[in-house]
T-cell receptor
Framework: EPEVTQTPSHQVTQMGQEVILRCVPI?????FYWYRQILGQKVEFLVS????????KSEIFDDQFSVERPDGSNFTLKIRSTKLEDSAMYFC????????????FGNGTRLTVT | DAKTTQPNSMESNEEEPVHLPCNHS???????IHWYRQLPSQGPEYVIH???SNVNNRMASLAIAEDRKSSTLILHRATLRDAAVYYC??????????????FGKGTLLTVNP
């Protein structure tokens, strides 16, 4: 069964550095999402993306965050200047695009900001 | 987004059925009820969804109350691999959001051997 894959599985970075988290969604999917989960807390929506544009973003997704689908297969999340509070698991998801088609999640990238 | 209420935790024994409840008293007529689960150290995983009628699939069954203000996820025979956080979610009906999911705290299911 096709899977959403995320790399790296664990990223350690220093405060103020830029990080790029990478995702390869399932190939025929149309909708893409990023979520994050701070340790011990809820899974939080960050952004949804369709047709090379952001469809919706949450309050968390401020100017420090950006998303891109650079080559038609990868889907990236960039954090320009990381803060300690950005430490979390970041999950990418994709779905075929119909109203009730399930979201398929990757296993996440654990970002640690020191 | 319409909200759901679930117990923080539940326990069950291996090979016994598990009934995970969810209240969604403010559900609207077009809200679909979705269930996902999150195994330890993994991303969320789709389990099942429904609108009005009860639903069955290879993973679970979903029983929806007649007034749709509550639902129950049924695992027919719990295994140790079913230990996870189970989320009951009313899927965002707006295409502008790409029908995003909004997660609550879910129910942590512990399965005893």
């Amino acid at each position: 069964e096709p899977e959403v894959t995320q790399t790296p599985s664990h990223q350690v970075t220093q405060m103020g550095q830029e990080v790029i988290l990478r995702c390869v969604p399932i190939s025929n999917h149309l909708y893409f999402y990023w979520y994050r989960q701070i340790l011990g807390q809820k899974v939080e929506f960050l952004v949804s993306f369709y047709n090379n544009e952001i469809s919706e973003k949450s309050e968390i997704f401020d100017d420090q965050f950006s998303v891109e689908r650079p080559d038609g297969s990868n889907f990236t999340l960039k954090i320009r200047s990381t803060k300690l509070e950005d430490s979390a698991m970041y999950f990418c998801a994709s779905s075929p695009g119909r109203r009730n088609s399930p979201l398929h999640f990757g296993n996440g990238t654990r970002l640690t900001v020191t | 987004d319409a909200k759901t209420t679930q117990p923080n935790s539940m326990e069950s024994n291996e090979e016994e059925p598990v009934h995970l409840p969810c209240n969604h008293s403010t559900i609207s007529g077009t809200d679909y009820i979705h269930w996902y689960r999150q195994l330890p150290s993994q991303g969320p995983e789709y389990v099942i969804h429904g609108l009005t009628s009860n639903v069955n699939n290879r993973m679970a069954s979903l029983a929806i109350a007649e007034d749709r203000k509550s639902s129950t996820l049924i695992l027919h025979r719990a295994t140790l691999r079913d230990a996870a956080v189970y989320y009951c979610i009313l899927r965002d009906p707006r295409p502008d959001s790409n029908y995003k999911l909004t997660f609550g705290k879910g129910t942590l299911l512990t399965v005893n051997p």
